[in-house]
């Protein structure tokens, strides 16, 4: 057996094809109530949009402590912030400008105020606003048109927690900090699972955070978790149990994030070339809920399901393609700028920042 920090090398893995698969997931499951044909799919109480979700949280809790542990606290937030915030607010105005415009042009209700709200309120990720429901009359699914930005404002709050508390290096150093949070997470969840609300931002937390917490304990206990075959089976076996017994949500990140890690180090290695050095699965996911939308209004709920996910998944990809070379690669060629201003600061000479990404030629 080899330890999880010997299998998963951060460089040479198949996380960036997981996490394209796993963005296709999202948008399958979105197919079921945007086209109205079937009810969304769940593994016992977990839908399967969820799932695939959860497995973003938990690959970006291992690989973004990482980067934490491996940068400055500056350095860190920019890379974040390059990540993540120029591919969303261009995905903002796609949403109001573009497909909520073509919507409008048919059915009414667009205006330039109420699209411009929409984007100036939502960019923080905290406040935000809607778009007019007329631009989706018809639809089956209204009140919406990126139902799949809401999950982005609990990965920022994590990325944030994870910046401050690995800035305090006693709470890495010692193991039994990682467990703590993880087993604390858990039962905060359980209870809210058991008898607390099943909507609103307490328990998208809950939903959310713990596998974030799940991938962060196991990068933590990385020299002792081991990843293999027997492994992967007990965390698929356990998975699937916590699901059937309805229990999948509170009890299910742990499982995923080993069942995740495992494929990462042991797919077959052509799978490494998926998504490196150019990673589609973000605009996969920020693009995938409006453009479902826009074929919708434009019938293609005729093709049945079967029909309109693969239309999905084609007419998607052109956009995920567009947002990565147009708007996600160019914002992080700015990534070494922290390093650049300091040297200028300092006038004095330091050496490149050496430090690996962790996964192929980018970062989570």
């Not at 497909?99 to 409008?104: D, E, P, V």
């Not at 495992?262 to 589609?280: C, E, I, S, W």
């Not at 990809?317 to 060629?333: I, L």
Request: charged content about 10%; overall charge positive.
């Amino acid at each position: 057996m080899s330890p999880a920090a010997e299998r998963l090398d951060l460089r040479h893995n198949s996380l960036n094809a997981i996490r394209l698969l796993l963005a296709t997931l999202v948008m399958v499951s979105h197919a079921f109530p945007i086209s109205g044909l079937a009810p969304e799919p769940h593994l016992g109480d977990i839908k399967l949009g969820t799932l695939a979700v959860g497995g973003f949280f938990t690959i970006s809790g291992y690989l973004i402590s990482h980067s934490r542990l491996n940068s400055s606290l500056i350095s860190y937030a920019w890379r974040r912030f390059l990540r993540i915030f120029p591919g969303y607010w261009v995905a903002l105005a796609f949403t109001a400008f573009v497909a909520a415009w073509l919507g409008g042009t048919v059915r009414g209700g667009w205006s330039v105020s109420n699209a411009t709200t929409f984007v100036l309120s939502s960019a923080d990720m905290v406040g935000g606003s809607s778009i007019d429901d007329r631009t989706l009359a018809g639809a089956p699914l209204t009140g919406s048109w990126n139902g799949s930005l809401w999950t982005l404002k609990w990965e920022v709050l994590c990325y944030i927690a994870v910046g401050l508390a690995l800035g305090l290096a006693i709470l890495w150093r010692r193991s039994w900090v990682s467990v703590a949070a993880f087993v604390g997470a858990t039962a905060v969840t359980l209870g809210v699972h058991l008898v607390g609300p099943a909507a609103g931002p307490i328990y998208q937390a809950t939903l959310l955070v713990p596998y974030f917490v799940a991938g962060m304990m196991l990068l933590r206990l990385s020299d002792r978790v081991h990843l293999t075959g027997k492994g992967a089976v007990v965390a698929a076996v356990a998975l699937l149990l916590a699901c059937l017994l309805h229990v999948g949500e509170p009890l299910g990140p742990l499982p995923l994030a080993y069942l995740l890690l495992y494929a990462g180090a042991a797919a077959p290695k052509v799978f490494q070339r998926v998504g490196a050095p150019h990673d589609f699965s973000y605009g996969m996911y920020l693009y995938a809920f409006p453009v479902q939308q826009l074929l919708i209004l434009a019938g293609l709920r005729d093709l049945g399901l079967v029909g309109f996910i693969v239309a999905s998944i084609l007419a998607t990809t052109p956009f995920a393609v567009a947002s990565w070379f147009a708007v996600e690669r160019p914002a992080m060629m700015a990534k070494h700028l922290p390093a650049r201003w300091r040297r200028g600061a300092t006038s004095a000479p330091e050496a490149p920042d050496a430090r690996p990404a962790p996964v192929g030629a980018r970062e989570g």
